[in-house]
């Protein structure tokens, strides 16, 4: 791989994923009430169970103010002006590719994600998501062999409610927060992951949101469940149209690994980010955590967020087996006028468990970084450890960095550790750079990557490609 | 090749090179010796092109006019800084990051790019002319290396880059003798009818190694005296103290020390 030619590539081009395709689209009216969302389910022919769960959240969202506790700024969001649910039109279910509305099919290949690519050439099975209904489930078969079931979370209502049922609901309770307990009311649709006991996924679970209507709230739900045993990596990669209004993404992601089961969750997040002057862009307000539920079971995180005008989440793991294992590894960009706070929290009930949070934060132009994560060791937590890191990375003179690292712990037998630093790109690391002949640009990105390498070592090899060329992306411009 | 005239560079009230003469034709090793301060180091990084310098007088090299040239056109251009103190850059893989000048400064000469599989051919070889270890390859760029390894490294880019003017910027400064005997006979296999060199050295002792056609003795941003491999014998016996009117009394020359 050569980061010589990323930049190339690169350069000087706009948010490469901008355009907007032509789909007939599916709406319900504007705004919320108890009779947009009995039409959601009613669409989606869902349960009475399911419908009575999102009017409790509903009703509970109802009672709720939104939080202002961020370190980000933004204009208030009207929630009566958002359109909760917009599908695709189409005419009857799939069999094959060969069925996909056309125009969807283009839309993927200027993502650089077509399918028919993707199944012949990278074995990664893709569920793609276009505005809320998910349009092709591709290896399912292959899946369906082992008994893994990856599939649209709609279907997975319908063809397993009881595994649905179970899970819903029991990692992100619909009262956990504001944006949680919204989505809890109105999500259309997401993915839904099952490995049964001892079953190690034989490919990489892969899903590409995308945010195409105008106006339209993303509110995804996904659940992963592995179960004694079994393992699975996965991975979320996203990108949205550029359009000037605000967007607000507010999905819920929650994963449950039993005893020994292992999951390993990466995200390459590449929303738009607004333009230079931070107008427009996504708002990514997400809530995901996991739960190791099971002795020796392990849950890793793994972040790449380019994207987004404001950036607000925190992957966390709630420790609750013996021996559990939670780590998150994260790399956070705000460039532009771009804003982030994220971080993680690490709940460890268990004894000996044991957590890694290693998070790199880089700022430039006018970007605001916040780190923000808690570490709380319960009092049955015997022998529980935590080791953080957390490295900011400065390029310019009108960015900030900032951590707000808060421990609790309750039990005298845990180790935690907390090493931070803040540095600028150095200007001794350019000049023997360049000395040897490398543009400032492509030195400015070598030594930002090599900074972020402890990350992307953990992600899929790929898809470390991929996060490395995003990266490029959101720095051109930085330098000089 | 290298024709440097009437050469100032100040930081800024502070003068550093005070009008600096110095002419090296293709196939030259030059030996820049002389005190602490008297300006050795400032003129390496001022030919390299760092910018922290405000810098009048002509520097001509191979027909370009140098101080307009960024440095990585420098580099493109054939020149090449052996840093006296080589920065770490932590993550960035040395293999990676050396077939990347290479590549850069290939395509500054509109050349095919080195892929990874040939460049890994090329580098076993430049590696052993300098006894670096295997291990080099998957270490990060001077991180956690000992003082002989990263003079070694400097070398080692030295030897795949092949610039045409070569500037040794106290390289042996830290090395015990067996480092220094692997050092120099490095740069004596890349001496060649076309490369020449500047050595900035404090010290005689690299010279029995490196063998220079001249040595310009610096004091106070001039040189003082220009002679054959005899001066810094000399210099080695007397010091720098005798260095006779030239030096400005206002800074006192002072006897060499290692730093």
Redesign the interface.
Not at chain 1, 431 to 440: H, K, M
Not at chain 1, 449 to 454: A, H, K, L, P, S
């Given at each position: 791989m050569?980061?010589?030619t990323n930049i190339a590539e690169f350069t000087g081009r706009e948010y490469q994923y901008g355009f907007v395709t032509d789909l007939e689209t599916d709406i319900v009216p504007r705004g919320l009430s108890e009779d947009v969302i009995t039409l959601i389910s009613t669409k989606k022919q869902e349960p009475e169970w399911l419908l009575e769960w999102r009017l409790r959240a509903y009703r509970h969202w109802c009672t709720l103010r939104e939080p202002r506790w961020q370190n980000v700024t933004y204009e208030p969001i009207d929630y009566q002006d958002i359109i909760y649910y917009a599908a695709p039109k189409q005419k009857t279910s799939i069999a094959s590719l060969d069925e996909v509305d056309p125009e969807v099919l283009a839309m993927f290949d200027k993502l650089g994600i077509s399918l028919a690519e993707q199944e012949r050439l990278s074995g990664v099975a893709v569920d793609a998501i276009v505005d809320s209904v998910s349009v092709a489930t591709t290896f399912k078969e292959r899946l369906a062999d082992v008994g893994v079931i990856f599939c649209s979370f709609s279907e997975a209502v319908r063809e397993h409610p009881e595994l649905v049922r179970k899970y819903l609901g029991s990692v992100v309770p619909f009262r956990d927060n504001f944006f949680a307990t919204l989505n809890s009311a109105v999500f259309t649709d997401g993915s839904f992951c099952y490995i049964p006991k001892g079953v190690h996924c034989p490919m990489e679970l892969s899903t590409y949101f995308r945010i195409n209507a105008a106006d339209t709230g993303q509110f995804e739900r996904t659940l992963i469940v592995a179960e004694d045993g079994a393992s699975v990596s996965y991975l979320e990669g996203c990108t949205a149209p550029m359009r000037d209004e605000n967007q607000l993404h507010a999905a819920v992601v929650e994963l449950v690994a039993l005893d020994n089961a292992q999951i390993k969750y990466s995200t390459v997040q590449n929303w738009y980010p607004g333009d230079a002057a931070g107008k427009g862009g996504i708002y990514n307000f997400v809530t995901k955590r996991g739960k190791c539920a099971g002795i020796n079971s392990k849950i890793s995180w793994t972040q790449v967020e380019t994207g987004s005008a404001i950036t607000w989440k925190y992957p966390g793991v709630v420790l609750q087996g013996d021996n559990s294992v939670g780590e998150f590894y994260s790399v956070a960009v705000s460039a532009n006028h771009q804003q982030a706070d994220t971080g993680t929290k690490m709940i460890h009930i268990g004894k000996n468990t044991r957590s890694t949070i290693v998070s790199k934060a880089i700022s430039t132009g006018h970007g605001q970084n916040t780190y923000r994560g808690l570490v709380k060791i319960l009092r049955s937590a015997e022998g529980a450890r935590n080791h953080t890191q957390c490295d900011s990375l400065l390029i310019g003179t009108e960015c900030g960095a900032h951590t707000f690292p808060y421990v609790e712990v309750k039990n005298s037998s845990a180790e935690v550790e907390h090493e931070a630093s803040t540095s600028k790109v150095?200007e001794?690391?350019l000049?023997?750079?360049?000395?040897?002949?490398?543009?400032?640009e492509?030195a400015t990105s070598?030594?930002v990557?090599?900074?972020?390498?402890?990350v992307f070592k953990e992600l899929p090899m790929e898809f470390a490609i991929e996060a490395q060329r995003l990266l490029n992306v959101s720095l051109e411009g930085s330098v000089g | 090749m290298l024709e440097i005239e009437d050469l100032h560079a100040s930081v800024g009230d502070t003068e550093i090179l005070r009008g600096l003469d110095l002419t090296v034709n293709p196939g030259e090793v030059h030996a820049i010796m002389g005190p602490n301060g008297s300006g050795k180091s400032t003129l390496a990084h001022v030919l390299a092109g760092r910018g922290n310098f405000d810098v009048t007088g002509q520097v001509h090299y191979d027909g370009h006019d140098l101080l307009v040239m960024s440095p990585e056109e420098r580099a493109i251009a054939g020149v090449f800084l052996a840093f006296q103190h080589p920065i770490e850059i932590p993550g960035v893989g040395s293999l990676y990051f050396l077939r990347t000048a290479l590549n850069s400064i290939r395509r500054g000469h509109s050349l095919d790019e080195v892929g990874p599989v040939e460049f890994l051919k090329l580098i076993e070889d430049k590696m052993a002319l300098v006894e670096m270890d295997q291990s080099f390859m998957s270490r990060s760029v001077n991180e956690g290396f000992s003082g002989g390894e990263v003079k070694r490294n400097e070398i080692l880019q030295m030897a795949v880059l092949e610039p045409s003017l070569a500037i040794l910027d106290e390289t042996d400064s830290g090395l015990d003798i067996d480092a220094l005997r692997v050092v120099a006979s490095g740069v004596n296999a890349l001496r060649n009818e076309k490369r020449a060199m500047l050595v900035i050295t404090h010290h005689q002792r690299l010279l029995d190694y490196i063998v220079p056609d001249r040595v310009h003795v610096l004091a106070a941003g001039r040189i003082v005296r220009v002679g054959g491999k005899e001066l810094a014998i000399s210099l080695e016996e007397h010091g720098y103290v005798d260095l006779g009117e030239t030096a400005r009394p206002d800074q006192p020359a002072t006897i060499g020390t290692a730093t």
């Open positions: 050569s980061n010589s150095n001794d690391q000049f023997y750079c360049r000395q040897r002949g490398i543009s400032e492509e070598m030594i990557n090599g900074f972020c390498r402890e | -």
